[in-house]
T-cell receptor, first 116, second 113 residues
Framework: DAKTTQPTSMDCAEGRAANLPCNHS???????VYWYRQIHSQGPQYIIH???NNETNEMASLIITEDRKSSTLILPHATLRDTAVYYC?????????????????FGSGTQLTVLP | DTEVTQTPKHLVMGMTNKKSLKCEQH?????MYWYKQKAKKPPELMFV???????INESVPSRFSPECPNSSLLNLHLHALQPEDSALYLC????????????FGSGTRLTVV
């Protein structure tokens, strides 16, 4: 699986958009970009994923550059409850061919602190 | 039911004890995972089960013994642990086919004394 690079920490004012960058320059054509977050002392929570098109759901938007070497997770109106470590992960989708599970490998992530 | 339930939430055990961690899901997921997370570090994969069969063991010491009795249940048996094994143990599950999101439990906070 491709390796990702994220800033160690970021701050964001409450109510403003939080833009979290991720570099994945060695991503291969069949690898997806996944975003998870982990609020203190809880299990990681799936946010969003994408292959090459931009994606949006009720939690966030994912912008993937045309060359797929980087992406940005956007939380449009950050709240204090969005304070967490955000992980960008690149991996194949599980179970595509043989039925065996693919694992997620977490990098160091970005500590996002939303300030009042 | 859209949750992964882990029990107990907290566990303190001595180095000579035998204990088990339990993970349960009723979402019909056929892949289940154990992760270990030390303080201020990312989760590290330990084991992967696919269709109740162990498919990945990330060179985990034998004092950790996983078991998958059925498609809904995953156990982690612990024996003769060391203080450095103290960590948050996370269980996760995913559908086998085209599963884009893993569902994680809240974890078991293990302290070895």
């Amino acid at each position: 699986d491709a390796k990702t690079t994220q800033p160690t920490s970021m701050d964001c004012a409450e109510g403003r958009a939080a833009n979290l960058p991720c570099n994945h320059s060695t991503i291969s054509g069949n690898e997806y970009v996944y975003w998870y977050r982990q609020i203190h002392s809880q299990g990681p929570q799936y946010i969003i994923h994408g292959l090459k098109n931009n994606e949006t759901n009720e939690m966030a938007s994912l912008i993937i550059t045309e060359d797929r070497k980087s992406s940005t997770l956007i939380l449009p109106h950050a709240t204090l409850r969005d304070t967490a470590v955000y992980y960008c992960i690149v991996s194949l989708a599980p179970g595509i061919s043989s039925g065996s599970a693919r694992q997620l490998t977490f990098g160091s992530g970005t500590q996002l602190t939303v300030l009042p | 039911d859209t949750e992964v339930t882990q029990t107990p939430k907290h566990l303190v055990m001595g180095m000579t004890n035998k204990k088990s961690l339990k993970c349960e899901q009723h979402m019909g997921h056929r892949a289940m995972y154990w992760y270990k997370q030390k303080a201020k570090k990312p989760p590290e994969l330990m084991f992967v089960y696919s269709y109740e069969k162990l498919s990945i063991n990330e060179s985990v010491p034998s004092r950790f013994s996983p078991e998958c009795p059925n498609s809904s249940l995953l156990n982690l048996h612990l024996h003769a642990l060391q203080p450095e094994d103290s960590a948050l143990y996370l269980c996760a599950s995913s559908q086998d086919r085209f599963s884009y999101g893993y569902t994680f439990g809240s974890g078991t906070r293990l302290t070895v004394v």
